[in-house]
């Protein structure tokens, strides 16, 4: 599966706080050691926390309420953490909710943490008894404990529930100003939840010129928290509420380098859609981020790559131009010796950057060349990104590879792309058709199935590029018409046939062969048969008369598909009119063939650019085709290949970020 962290993806708060924060088996101090009595030790052979999954007996509910009870804290939070166990397999203990609230008021913070835990999930659905522990939290933001005051403020704006929202404005307007930096930052991400449940109560408040004061705080993560919830809140009020005026920018720029790498992934995001004032300043800033584009982590060097891809456009110099997308090189590289779905990730954002900036990697074409145990989505973008560099100076590297792929590598799809890859290559270079025209016909030679058709389909496409210049293979083409089952390049081989039936002296053998099944074939088939043959007849009436009669009937009269229907009486109406006109119409030249088939728009180009290191940028798809601005949703886990955007099984979710929709 794809990490999500790789992908930069807004995810839960945790990834800022609670990271090492364990509920379970989490490290005791002297004093909880101590309420255990003498016995510090654990004897051996004791269960650890896992046994609190393992219980089935009946009656627990009621003995756990009982337990609940206890006046001894090690029993109560024994209890608790059952209640948790239970909660997490599934079962309902929504009904303990007055019981579990009883332990709110405890000094422990392990007990409280699970205490707030079972609150977060059952609040909704039990929104009056939540109510309940608004003066706990209350109290708890008070708290001489940073700790503790930043776990209230934040198990606060985790509860989703409106009733328990205007108490919460007084403790997180002291949060947003405590003296504690730990507070701040966790303050921040509360402004952000409590944007998406009440927007109008954030405004009223202030708190999002509190949350643009704090960009300017002293301390790194409270400015990369306060920089996440403003490009949140911004993403969800559809308007930049994050100003980099002043000394915004710098104090940004001062904490990219000391705050973590996800507070560095943020404050990279913000930079990447900040406009500069003049080239200067742009110049600036990329000299700032360049040092990041060695970071260890995937997703920070992705948005580095991001942020410079934006600004270079600024630069005028040609020299500072040339120097910095020489930088890009290295870093991008690099991703390639991780594990395989940061790979995957990297092709996908890498296709997307050779496409703007072809020169980047022009000399690092050897670097995408397949391995042996590299997994087949990982080889797919391969053969992608090297089709993408390929050039006069390298084309012969390239077909040397693709050509041992199509006839060594045992993965049938990845066969299929290197010998389409071919034929892009012949389209991309005019100098090198010749060359693999050349490969493609020693691949034919081999007379595996899948190998021939794929090479007759994209040989067809050649012919359609350059035409009357490889002629000379149609014999060799023609041999292997009974290996041919699959529509397509059947349907490339007829068209092949009418196209040069007049040098083809067989070609009317041909054309009856596939005639005897034209019931059977696909629609794709009998378009491209009945074409041929009205070409056939054109370039041989004499000879081709009783066919072309005997397949205008199969098409106007035995066929039910109104598009072979209808292309059918066209051709019989000219026919029979002015076949003269006929032939202007049915023997006019085609439209070339272009290798840029697969290039993507440049609106479309620009707007993915600005999303690199996201899901967007892998999917090769705007963020508004696959999240609507009403709903959040989420990607679930794969176990077999990066995540795809179709599925037979809807997923969705109201508080994350994707869908399969």
């Not at 306060?226 to 002043?246: F, K, P, Q, T």
């Not at 043959?533 to 009783?546: E, G, R």
């Not at 705007?622 to 609507?628: D, E, H, I, L, T």
Request: with cysteine; proline share 4%.
């Amino acid at each position: 599966t794809i990490p999500l962290s790789l992908l930069a993806v807004r995810g839960p708060e945790a990834q800022f706080e609670g990271v090492g924060e364990r509920v379970f088996g989490g490290s005791r101090s002297r004093e909880e050691e101590g309420e255990d009595g003498q016995a510090g030790k654990r004897k051996r052979g004791e269960m650890s926390d896992a046994k609190y999954f393992q219980t089935t007996k009946r009656g627990e509910i009621h003995e756990l309420k009982e337990e609940l009870h206890q006046t001894d804290k090690a029993k109560q939070k024994d209890a608790v953490k059952k209640v948790i166990a239970a909660m997490t397999v599934g079962k309902d203990v929504s009904m303990l909710f007055p019981d579990v609230c009883n332990c709110m008021q405890t000094p422990n913070l392990e007990l409280k943490k699970l205490v707030y835990l079972y609150l977060i999930n059952y609040a909704k659905s039990q929104p009056d008894l939540a109510i309940m522990a608004v003066n706990t939290f209350v109290k708890d933001a008070s708290d001489s404990n940073p700790l503790i005051r930043a776990l209230s403020v934040r198990t606060m704006g985790c509860i989703r529930v409106e009733q328990i929202t205007e108490y919460l404005t007084n403790p997180l307007s002291k949060a947003l100003k405590d003296e504690d930096p730990y507070v701040r930052k966790t303050a921040c991400m509360c402004v952000c939840k409590l944007y998406d449940i009440a927007p109008d109560l954030v405004r009223d408040q202030g708190f999002v010129d509190s949350l643009s004061d704090l960009v300017s705080d002293p301390n790194p993560m409270v400015v990369a928290n306060a920089v996440a919830a403003l490009l949140e809140i911004s993403e969800r009020n559809g308007e930049e509420v994050l100003s980099l005026s002043g000394g915004g920018l710098q104090k940004m720029l001062v904490a990219l380098n000391e705050c973590s790498e996800w507070g560095q992934v943020f404050i990279l995001d913000a930079l990447s859609v900040y406009s500069c004032r003049d080239e200067k300043e742009a110049e600036s800033i990329i000299e700032r981020v360049v040092p990041r584009l060695s970071h260890v982590n995937a997703a920070v060097v992705l948005s580095s790559v991001k942020v410079v891809m934006r600004l270079i456009s600024f630069v005028t110099n040609a020299e500072t131009h040339k120097s910095v997308l020489k930088k890009l090189a290295p870093p991008l590289v690099t991703l390639l010796s991780a594990e395989p779905e940061i790979q995957y990730v990297a092709l996908r954002n890498i296709l997307l950057i050779c496409q703007k900036r072809p020169t980047i990697l022009k000399n690092d074409i050897k670097v995408f060349f397949c391995k042996y145990n590299d997994p087949t989505f990982v080889k797919m973008e391969k053969v992608d990104v090297m089709v993408m560099l390929c050039s006069d100076k390298n084309v012969d590297q390239v077909l040397l590879e693709l050509k041992e792929y199509a006839s060594a590598e045992v993965d049938v799809d990845i066969v299929r792309k290197s010998v389409r890859a071919i034929g892009r290559c012949a389209l991309k270079i005019e100098a090198a058709a010749q060359k693999c025209v050349n490969v493609l016909l020693e691949l034919i030679q081999t007379k595996v199935a899948y190998v021939v058709q794929e090479a007759i389909v994209v040989i067809k496409d050649t012919f359609r590029k350059y035409p009357n210049r490889f002629e000379s293979v149609i014999g060799i083409l023609c041999e292997n018409l009974d290996s041919l089952e699959e529509s397509e390049a059947k349907a490339s081989l007829i068209w092949i046939v009418g196209q040069y039936a007049e040098r083809i002296d067989n070609a009317q053998e041909l054309i009856e062969s596939f005639v005897q099944e034209f019931e059977q074939v696909d629609i794709e088939v009998q378009l491209q048969l009945l074409t041929a043959t009205v070409k056939l007849f054109l370039k041989k009436p004499d000879s081709s008369q009783a066919l072309v009669k005997h397949v205008l009937g199969l098409a106007t009269t035995g066929s039910i598909n109104p598009d072979l229907r209808d292309r059918g009486y066209i051709y019989w109406r000219l026919l029979s009119t002015d076949p003269e006109k006929a032939k202007v119409v049915v023997l006019s030249e085609h439209g070339g063939v272009a290798y840029d088939s697969e290039k993507l728009d440049n609106n479309l180009l620009d707007t993915l650019l600005g999303q690199l290191s996201t899901l967007a940028s892998v999917l090769h798809m705007p963020p508004s085709s696959f999240v609507s601005d009403n709903e959040r949703i989420s990607v679930p886990p794969s176990t077999s290949s990066p995540p795809k955007p179709q599925g037979s099984e809807a997923w969705m979710c109201g508080e994350c970020t994707f869908s399969n929709a």
